[in-house]
């Protein structure tokens, strides 16, 4: 189920939001492809729906992984964490580097 996960230095937090900002979100995919890697998924299959769903599967997607990158710590996704969906990839991101690479976030 979960892979390898090779550090690269958009892993960083500030690194990865100022690629999305400054991407106009494009950097979305990408990012997306290595998380659906991560987790198992078929990264193809998960870019392309978020395309023609207009970006209803990334909702679905965001909830997914935030509760599986939890998951990889060992806790519960908290009910609360809903309130901060808009910031679910740099959640999923800070649990990827906190299970992979301690230290580093």
């Known amino acids: 189920m979960i892979r390898n996960h090779k550090y690269m230095p958009e892993d960083n937090l500030i690194v990865l939001l100022l690629l999305m900002v400054l991407t106009g979100f494009l950097y979305y995919f990408w990012w997306l492809i290595r ?9 193809v299959s998960n870019v392309l729906l978020v395309i023609f769903t207009c970006g209803i599967w990334s909702i679905y997607l965001g909830f997914k992984y935030m509760q599986k990158s939890e998951e990889l710590n060992n806790r519960d996704m908290k009910w609360f964490v809903v309130l ?22």
């Open 35 to 43: 998380v659906s890697r991560l987790f198992g998924d078929d990264p």
């Open 84 to 105: 901060f969906f808009p910031l679910s990839m740099l959640i999923i991101q800070n649990n990827i580097n906190e299970k992979f690479h301690p230290g580093r976030s």
